[in-house]
């Protein structure tokens, strides 16, 4: 077992370089236009190494010896997923390898990691970026700045503006693609921070709490992680933040004018919906099939921590989820910009790579559209990362990043997860094999 300290020399996977990927023809599979949300008629798409030729109707007049041939007849091509929002970097009884293989297991090709060490991060970007390791593509911020921050969380304690502005400025510098912010960062706070990484191209997510969604729209975030507490003055400002949730009895006024001001600051929301189903629907979450791919202590966990909810407190996480849904529908349908992430760290479910599929289900079920919902992993990922001219599409000379499913995802958002193939980089990956190679890294 590798553990958390030794996961920042080594890997599993990162031991031996990827194999060459040979040209790869995927032949007659109708195309997910995410854009649209629309099926593009059958094409021939060709990949060289990792990047997409060629779409076209026809197979090319001429291919190169050994070119391996994907039958994709009566199968939809759908651009890599992105989970905008995963665990990345190793646990006590996980290891990085677990989450690297469970996310290409499940279609999921470009990861954004949150709050990870620095220089493990860094370290490990630069493996995936070389082929040292073949898991999903990684963008990642540093430790996660906060104030009275926990140490068993990594989190860096940040006492001051000044002191969140210079960690904020040292990690740009360190070159992470993000610096991360928690719940007890005030929007003074985040307004330093913003303006300590202008200029380069690190951006900040944020975490509400000490600052409101309002708050933090303002502060000229690029992201917000969660739809906790939406509006200034209604939570405490300096202790733990109050878990009794505003949603319920926001005014339709209220809610409108936040959807407005998110939109007008081109905030992305990673709402973690799926999240939150283990106190909103815990029976929902133990009758999970995913939790087998766990170890057997956090699958009880998890157990007993649905069982162990009252009704009282379900009725009311239900509530608060219903509500925080149904200004979600309306924001993503006004045009804003929703990205989807998974969320493992908040409860331990839902499960590593799966999540992905968990939270598209979770969106569809507050009221967007499945073509809304598989956007929100494939293109607005891919703006959210600054990575639209390379990922989330399906066009020549784009990463061939993709993945071939069974049945008609935007009618059912869950035939999204019916994969026959996972391809990342050019390199063609058998999702059930790589669950069996995840799940023997565990400690059971």
């Known amino acids: 077992m590798v553990t958390a300290s030794a996961a920042a020399v080594v890997t599993l996977t990162a031991q031996t370089p990827g194999p060459i990927a040979p040209t790869v023809l995927v032949a007659g599979a109708r195309i997910l236009d995410a854009a649209e949300g629309v099926y593009s008629p059958p094409a021939h798409v060709l990949i060289d190494g990792d990047r997409i030729v ?111 502005a210079e960690e904020a400025k040292r990690q740009a510098a360190a070159g992470v693609d993000w610096v991360a912010g928690y719940s007890h960062v005030t929007p003074a706070m985040y307004r330093a921070m913003v303006a300590a990484v202008e200029g380069t191209t690190t951006r900040v997510a944020a975490r509400p709490g000490a600052a409101s969604l309002s708050e933090l729209a303002a ?80 699958r009880q966990d998890l157990l007993s921590a649905a069982k162990a909810l009252r009704w009282q407190e379900i009725a009311a996480r239900r509530r608060d989820w219903r509500a925080r849904g149904a200004f979600l529908e309306r924001f993503a349908h006004a045009g804003g910009l929703v990205a989807a992430g998974s969320g493992f760290e908040e409860t331990g479910h839902p499960v590593p790579g799966a999540g992905i599929h968990d939270e598209l289900a979770a969106l569809v079920r507050a009221g967007l559209t499945p073509a809304e919902a598989i956007r929100a992993a494939t293109i607005n990922g891919a703006l959210l990362l600054g990575a639209s001219d390379r990922i989330g599409a399906i066009r020549p000379g784009m990463a061939a990043d993709l993945i071939l499913v069974e ?32 799940v023997r890294t565990t400690r059971q």
């Open 219 to 298: 502060a000229g975030v690029h992201s917000i992680e969660t739809l906790d507490f939406p509006l200034a003055g209604a939570e405490p400002r300096s202790a733990v933040p109050s878990r009794e949730s505003r949603w319920p009895s926001l005014a339709p006024r209220e809610a409108s004018s936040l959807a407005r001001a998110l939109m007008n600051a081109n905030v992305t929301l990673v709402p973690l919906l799926a999240t939150n189903l283990l106190q909103a629907y815990p029976e929902e979450v133990a009758a999970d099939p995913d939790l087998a791919k766990l170890p057997e202590r956090r």
């Open 407 to 438: 049945g008609n995802p935007l009618a059912s958002v869950g035939d999204l997860a019916k994969m026959t193939h996972v391809i990342r980089a050019g390199e063609v990956l058998d999702p059930k094999e790589l669950v069996q190679r995840a």
């Open 54 to 164: 060629s779409v076209s109707p026809g197979q090319p007049a001429s291919l190169p010896g050994g070119t391996r041939t994907i039958d994709g007849k009566g199968l939809t091509l759908v651009a890599g997923l992105v989970d905008a929002h995963a665990q990345v970097s190793p646990t006590e009884d996980l290891d990085a390898d677990y989450f690297a293989l469970m996310s290409l297991a499940h279609g999921v090709t470009t990861v954004r990691g949150i709050n990870v060490r620095t220089t493990w991060a860094i370290a490990h970007r630069r493996r995936v970026e070389s082929g040292r390791s073949r898991g999903p593509r990684l963008f990642t911020s540093g430790r996660g700045i906060d104030q009275a921050a926990r140490p068993d969380l990594w989190l860096f304690d940040a006492p001051s503006v000044a002191a969140a």
